[in-house]
Nanobody, 122 residues
Framework: QVQLVESGGGLVQTGGSLELSCAAS????????LGWFRQAPGKGREFVAA????????YYADSVKGRFAISRDNAKNTVYLQVNSLKPEDTAVYYC???????????????WGQGTQVTVSS
């Protein structure tokens, strides 16, 4: 089992950047596929990016390709999401999620953090 705590959200202007972090507690962090999701007000949860534990392979939603970058530091039990060229439509609560030895992609995550708010002003 793993517990996830996100941080790094905030208020930023259009075109700005943030680095979101997700710290995990628990064992075997490197065996977890980790993902980032977001939920905007009045909308459903949306997959953003994922990174596999075994080889660091990544997978992105089309809406964020080229602007967002997911990475992980297994020694620190932390996954990051660098968000660049932010737009008002990126405003959402961003969630970290994990699945043990899971396939890379948007489905079947078992563990979730509490979320961190990102607000992009126009």
């Amino acid at each position: 089992q793993v517990q996830l705590v996100e941080s790094g959200g905030g208020l930023v202007q259009t075109g700005g950047s943030l680095e979101l972090s997700c710290a995990a507690s628990g064992r075997a962090f490197s065996r977890y596929t980790l993902g980032w999701f977001r939920q905007a007000p009045g909308k459903g949860r949306e997959f953003v990016a994922a990174i596999r534990g075994s080889d660091g392979a990544t997978y992105y939603a089309d809406s964020v390709k080229g602007r967002f970058a997911i990475s992980r530091d297994n020694a620190k039990n932390t996954v990051y999401l660098q968000v660049n060229s932010l737009k008002p439509e990126d405003t959402a609560v961003y969630y970290c999620a994990a699945k043990y030895l899971g396939r890379l992609g948007p489905n079947n995550y078992n563990y979730w953090g509490q979320g961190t708010q990102v607000t992009v002003s126009s």
